[in-house]
């Protein structure tokens, strides 16, 4: 049986959700069957062996559309295998350190008993919405700080625990 993955995201100008495709496809990469979905778009999650809930950062807190997602799934999420992952830092921090989740992320984490989670750079080029991004980007600190390798490793860890689940049964 192949297992099946939802990978969830909350994005606001599109960073995030490329972030969640590449996940999808190193997991697919592995074996694994793995669709890719807003969060607010997301009605069940009962059909998924295992999920992956992604948001990016924006002033400390996660994209409110993974907030409402984990807290509207919980019971069901709190019954698989889940993993997060936040993308933000506008800088090469998270390609240079592990990155902890901010405090509402560790919460969730805690709460539904998450395997993991990663923090990977984000992205913020022209064009952005939102008063804030257009700040940021006025100020000369947008960029691209994503690192695909490294989420593409990442994924293929999550599949090997998933792989293993599935072999422990």
């Given at each position: 049986m192949t297992e099946?993955?939802?990978?969830?995201?909350?994005s606001t100008n599109g960073s995030t959700a490329r972030i969640a495709e590449a996940v999808a496809a190193a997991l697919r990469k592995e074996g694994l069957t793995a669709d890719t979905a807003p969060a607010g778009t997301v009605t069940d999650v009962t059909p998924y062996d295992g999920v992956v809930l992604g948001g990016g950062l924006y002033a400390g807190r996660w994209h409110k559309d993974a907030r409402r997602f984990a807290r509207r799934h919980r019971r069901s999420l709190a019954e698989r295998p889940l993993w997060l992952f936040s993308s933000g830092p506008l800088d090469t921090?998270?390609?240079?350190?592990?990155?902890?989740?901010?405090?509402?992320?560790?919460?969730t984490g805690d709460r539904l008993d998450a395997r993991g989670h990663v923090t990977f750079g984000g992205c913020l080029e022209e064009g952005a919405k939102g008063r804030v991004?257009?700040?940021?980007?006025?100020?000369?600190r947008g960029g691209d700080f994503r690192d695909f390798a490294a989420v593409e490793r990442w994924?293929?860890?999550?599949?090997?625990?998933?792989?293993?689940d599935r072999r422990a049964r």
């Open positions: 099946s993955v939802l990978v969830a995201y909350g921090s998270a390609a240079e350190r592990d990155v902890p989740p901010v405090p509402g992320v560790r919460r991004a257009r700040m940021i980007l006025r100020g000369g994924a293929a860890g999550v599949a090997r625990e998933l792989s293993g």
